[in-house]
């Protein structure tokens, strides 16, 4: 199949997804409309990037919801591989991928070996379906960064593409993890990016004066409302490393926990 739309010189697109979709996914296939002749959106439930076996096997399965959504989209491929097709030999898999200044750090240092697992599937599946473009969302920024460095660095000639975290009208980023908040959680849910929002606003309006001050306020103001944190602070948001007065593309980048579902958001602003 990939041959002959090579053959034809049709574009490609490809959406990488574990499934379980939400608007957000539905977004990145509109966005890709633009972009590619032929639209392939794979669902892959990877296995070695998640940190232990019981949050891998509670990750929703909606193949069959997942299915109807896209062919409603008209998306002319979906790519739904089985585990052994990806890995014929799981137990034994020496291969792993990381861009070392990236893949250890913030998300990386509380995920050991989820990038890693990121890393080895998106280069699996570039190399399976060749695309000419890929498409994600900002929401997983860090991870996003990890894979424009991929490209970069193994020669990849496909072009990444990004698209803003898609949000419910209270703020709160889409995601598959949401399904695991509780009534209560879900009502509190959306202050974090609310808080975030703020942050950014109270940066730019004190001109990156007491910044630290600032988030050390935003941090305590997450605790009261019930998050515990892991990440929240502002970076570079080209190298997410910290900032220093030259820089002017930043990023609050935040990780946090809410009961037992963690969220991950972001906001990128220039001072």
Known sequence: MIKYLKKENKSIGLIPTMGNLHDGHISLVMLAKKYVDVIIVSI???PIQFENKLDFQKYPITLKKDYQKLKDCKVDIIFSPHIEEMYPNIEKNKIFIEIPKLSNILEGHFRPGHFQGVSIIICKLFNIIQPNFAFFGEKDYQQLLIIKSIVQELNYMIKIVSAPTVRLKNGLAL???NNYLNSEEIKIAPYLYKI????????????????QNIINKSKIELINKGFRIDIFNIYNANTLQNISKKNKKVIILASVWLGTTRLIDNKKFFL
């Open 44 to 46: 892959f439930i990877n």
């Open 196 to 211: 975030i929002q703020k942050t950014s606003e109270k940066i730019i309006q004190e001109k990156n004066q007491n910044t």
């Open 175 to 177: 995601s598959s993890r």
